[in-house]
């Protein structure tokens, strides 16, 4: 089954310490990408990788970390979290020629 | 400065009615465009898109329709069913890969 998965679902942590969001997808896609969602501020993209050793910043980069070792794996770091990046973070991927991306199911951060 | 907007942060229509979800751009180096269907608690679902070189693209119910001169594309989803009720997303890429979320309209059909 074509999924993308993200791990974990849910977190509570707090300010200061470092944690690690992982996304995995089994398409062998190219582009992966991360964004949060936010109330009154739709999706908004953090970071975005093109190809494996390849990321951009997206609109809200700041405070976040991303590397791409592998194509399947795009995992999301946040050095020294802050209760601003309490959010709910979707990983997607897609081909990267029709950008037709599959979300991840979410992770909802909250950060105290 | 908003590149997508989606000006109606709701929408209510009749079950069995024409759905017309609207979205804006200011970005005309943007070249694809695309729609997305999210349920709550769900990850967003690809719907439709269309390449900035056509005006129209169709795909059962749903229809996309771009206006390069207004920078205007919209959703019509007809006829409209209950299960179509979500929060639907306009979005957006240009050549530099990044890829921009309008803040979504909420669509209730009624019955």
């Known amino acids: 089954e074509a999924q993308v998965t993200q791990n974990p679902r849910y977190l509570i942590t707090v300010t200061g310490k470092k944690l690690t969001v992982t996304c995995s997808q089994n398409?062998?896609?190219?582009?992966m990408s991360w964004y949060r969602q936010d109330p009154g501020l739709g999706l908004r993209q953090i970071y975005y990788s093109m190809n494996v050793e390849v990321t951009d910043k997206g609109d809200v980069p700041e405070g976040y970390k991303v590397s791409r070792k592998e194509k399947r794996n795009f995992p999301l770091i946040l050095e020294s979290p802050s209760p601003n990046q309490t959010s709910l973070y979707f990983c997607?991927?897609?081909?990267?020629?029709?950008?037709?991306?599959?979300f991840g199911p979410g992770t909802r951060l909250t950060v105290t | 400065d908003q590149q997508v907007k989606q000006n109606s942060p709701s929408l209510s229509v009749q079950e069995g009615r024409i759905s017309i979800l609207n979205c804006d751009y200011t970005?005309?180096?943007?070249?694809?465009f695309l729609w997305y269907k999210k349920y709550p608690a769900e990850g967003p679902t690809f719907l439709i898109s269309?390449?900035?070189?056509?005006d129209k693209n169709e795909d059962g119910r749903f229809t996309v329709f771009l206006n390069k001169s207004a920078k205007h594309l919209s959703l019509h989803i007809v006829p409209s069913q209950p299960g179509d009720s979500a929060v639907y997303f306009c979005a957006a890429s240009a050549e530099d890969d990044k890829i921009i979320f309008g803040k979504g309209t909420r669509l209730h059909i009624l019955p």
């Open positions: 398409m062998n896609h190219e582009y």
């Open positions: 997607a991927s897609s081909n990267r020629k029709t950008y037709e991306q599959y």
């Open positions: 269309i390449s900035s070189i056509k």
């Open positions: 970005n005309s180096m943007f070249d694809y």
